[in-house]
């Protein structure tokens, strides 16, 4: 491992990580691709919207982009825990640009043009789903042998979180300007060439060979192995279960943004990039929340705090159409039919800046405590399930979300999905004690470090 340029000075706790060299590499490296990923997420629901005008299919976009996690992703941890780590980022990030580059070819090519041609965006949001699901599993894995020490791992996972959600501001808003005037052929063409970015960072890393298994038992024993030791590690297996619950029925609102945008809104791709960049604004408030931790401890807090507040925040989100009614006659002094529609986005983006707080708190808590508590040797298996609990369930949320926002509308489902959450929030803090005693002596002294924070 790189010997850390800035060793000997004591750097705040989340900007550890940026001390090595490889991880540096990555976090610049990264970012610029990830300006892309969140260009094409973007384009691709608002072209199946604008082509189709049904909720329904946007939902199937969403189930066939992310079913793929549920069976692949715990393959891919048992390959993490085998094989090397680098170069198979190398290949899913490499197979990524092409899928990038072939989406763009479709669309520029005048291939995508008709309601049923949906069904190939769906394909190819299938394929770009499996892809994914071995590159997540094994990108958390990674971490680790980039930072050199579980020290440092616990602030790296908040550095991701801000690289993830400061794209997130950065990328929609800029794919909503270029679908506008371009259209969305151009976000996948810009996609594919932000791959280049994280392909040069990964070959340009130094690392220390990490010591992997002399015999291989057989795959299937392996992931028994695995799937056991979370399953029966109580505090791990709350963590998963909590987050897939708050991902099956919280996080599909974002695969009905388009339909908010158009439908509720009157708007077009410019707002649903507004909308979006609001909720990336509010994660990076969570972000900064996590970043202010001085220690790994009080993980399970946070959590059940974002998780209430993210519920509570949809729930408004859900409302805040009818709230405008209420509200515009005190605000400016007219009833809200003689005013711009768009004014009721006034209202929307604070509520959608505190869904994407509480959202990327309690993601980021649940992603740190598991980093910090699962042994090394188990590590890509358990970050594998963590991939399954908080995307590989998400299709099927996804799916339900559509068809019930066919049947009752966007604004109603989401509504309910937020009811869900808060209620799983209420419940998760009911073992918050129990969670704190298990995971404590582990946070407080992480394995393989001195405990100096």
């Known amino acids: 491992m790189d010997t850390p340029a800035s060793a000997g000075v004591r750097l705040p706790f989340v900007l550890r990580a940026l001390r090595h060299r490889n991880y540096r590499l990555f976090f610049f490296g990264q970012g610029l691709s990830l300006i892309g990923t969140w260009m094409q997420h973007l384009a691709l629901g608002w072209l199946v919207f604008r082509l189709t005008g049904d909720a329904f299919k946007l939902g199937l976009v969403g189930f066939a982009g992310q079913i793929p996690n549920l069976v692949f992703a715990p393959m891919a941890g048992v390959f993490a825990d085998r094989w090397d780590r680098r170069r198979i980022l190398m290949g899913t990030q490499a197979l990524a640009m092409l899928h990038a580059g072939a989406l763009a070819a479709l669309v520029l090519g005048g291939f995508i043009t008709r309601p049923g041609d949906a069904w190939y965006l769906i394909g190819m949001s299938l394929v770009l789903g499996v892809i994914n699901s071995v590159d997540i599993p094994v990108r958390q894995s990674f971490i680790v042998e980039m930072v050199g020490s579980r020290e440092d791992l616990a602030g790296a996972v908040p550095l991701n979180s801000f690289l993830m959600n400061g794209t997130r501001l950065v990328g929609p808003s800029l794919a909503g300007i270029v679908v506008y005037y371009w259209g969305e052929g151009l976000c996948f063409l810009v996609n594919s060439a932000s791959y280049v970015a994280v392909l040069a960072a990964l070959l340009a890393m130094r ?111 859900a409302s805040c159409d009818v709230a405008w009614m209420e509200l515009a006659p005190q605000l400016c002094g007219r009833s809200a039919w003689e005013l711009p529609p768009n004014l009721v986005l006034v209202l929307a983006a604070p509520i959608l800046a505190a869904v994407g707080f509480g959202q990327v708190a309690q993601l980021v808590a649940g992603n740190t405590l598991l980093q910090m508590v699962v042994d090394e040797d188990k590590r890509g298996r358990v970050m594998s399930l963590h991939t399954v609990a908080f995307l590989g369930v998400v299709p099927f949320g996804s799916l339900l979300a559509g068809a019930v926002a066919r049947q009752i509308g966007p604004t109603d489902t989401v509504f309910a999905g937020g009811v869900l959450c808060l209620v799983a929030a209420v419940v998760f803090s009911a073992r918050l004690s129990a969670l704190r005693e298990a995971v404590a002596p582990r946070t407080q002294h992480p394995p393989g470090t001195s405990g100096e924070q």
């Open 207 to 317: 690392l220390t060979p990490r010591e992997r298994p002399a015999a291989r038992r057989q795959f299937l024993r392996e992931l028994r192995e695995g799937v056991g030791y979370a399953w029966g590690t109580p505090h791990i297996r709350l963590v998963l279960l909590f987050l897939a619950m708050m991902s099956i029925v919280g996080m599909p609102y974002m695969v009905l943004m388009p339909a908010f945008a158009k439908n509720v809104f009157g708007g077009d791709s410019k707002t649903q990039g507004f909308l979006m960049g609001a909720v990336g604004v509010g994660a990076l408030c969570g972000t900064f929340l996590l970043a202010s931790q001085k220690s790994p401890q009080g993980l399970g807090r946070i959590m059940a705090v974002g998780s209430g507040v993210f519920g509570a925040a949809l729930v408004a989100f």
